[in-house]
Every structure is written in structure tokens, then in C-alpha cells.
């Protein structure tokens, strides 16, 4: 191969991951900032004494803060494999699966 074309494919290559981390870091502060919001809330919540009697509101709370980690997490591997840079990990697509047909 000419020279010139491996340094246009290092800078094409390097210019898709940079573009891939940014993307990456925007997704992980958004979904951050939501689990950070609802926790905080959370919290706020348990100050008062009714909350205890209602334990199903903590149960929607994890139930929420689950659910954005495992978004993110499935935005942030369709990103690194969209750069070729993940590796299959069979229990996190064993556990993608049952949460799949949970919700159906």
C-alpha cells in the first residue's frame, strides 16, 4: 500500500474514534445526570415520614435508574462496535435477552 493512503486510514481511523468518544461522553453524562436526578429525588423523598409507606416508590426508582444504565450501556456498545472496538460478552447478552422479554 502507498504510504499516503496508511495516513489517510490512521486519520480517518483516528478522526471515527474521536468522534466515537465524544459521542460516548455525551451519552454517559446525560444518563448521569438523569440516575443523579432521580437518586437525589429519591432522597429528598425519605425525608418524610409517608414515604416508608410506600415501598413500591423505591422499587420504581431502582427500577428506573435500571433502566437508563442498561440504555446507556446498549448506546455505548452499538457505538464501540460501530469502530469495531467490543468483544461479545455472552452473561451481558444472556441478561439483555431475558430484560428483552421481560417487557414484553
Given at each position: 500500500?502507498?504510504?499516503?493512503?496508511?495516513?489517510?486510514k490512521?486519520?480517518?481511523?483516528?478522526?471515527?474514534?474521536?468522534?466515537?468518544?465524544?459521542?460516548?461522553?455525551?451519552?454517559?453524562?446525560h444518563?448521569?445526570?438523569?440516575?443523579?436526578?432521580?437518586?437525589?429525588?429519591?432522597?429528598?423523598?425519605?425525608?418524610?415520614?409517608?414515604?416508608?409507606y410506600f415501598?413500591?416508590?423505591?422499587?420504581?426508582t431502582?427500577?428506573?435508574?435500571?433502566s437508563?444504565?442498561?440504555?446507556?450501556?446498549?448506546c455505548?456498545?452499538?457505538?464501540a462496535?460501530?469502530?469495531?472496538?467490543?468483544?461479545?460478552?455472552?452473561?451481558?447478552?444472556?441478561?439483555?435477552?431475558?430484560?428483552r422479554?421481560?417487557?414484553?
Amino acid at each position: 500500500m502507498d504510504t499516503r493512503q496508511d495516513k489517510q486510514k490512521l486519520v480517518t481511523r483516528i478522526s471515527d474514534l474521536e468522534s466515537t468518544i465524544v459521542t460516548i461522553h455525551s451519552l454517559a453524562t446525560h444518563a448521569l445526570s438523569q440516575i443523579e436526578a432521580i437518586a437525589n429525588t429519591s432522597l429528598l423523598a425519605m425525608q418524610t415520614p409517608d414515604s416508608y409507606y410506600f415501598p413500591e416508590n423505591i422499587a420504581m426508582t431502582l427500577d428506573a435508574i435500571g433502566s437508563i444504565a442498561q440504555s446507556i450501556h446498549g448506546c455505548i456498545d452499538g457505538e464501540a462496535e460501530c469502530i469495531g472496538c467490543t468483544s461479545p460478552n455472552n452473561h451481558s447478552v444472556a441478561r439483555s435477552a431475558a430484560h428483552r422479554i421481560s417487557k414484553k
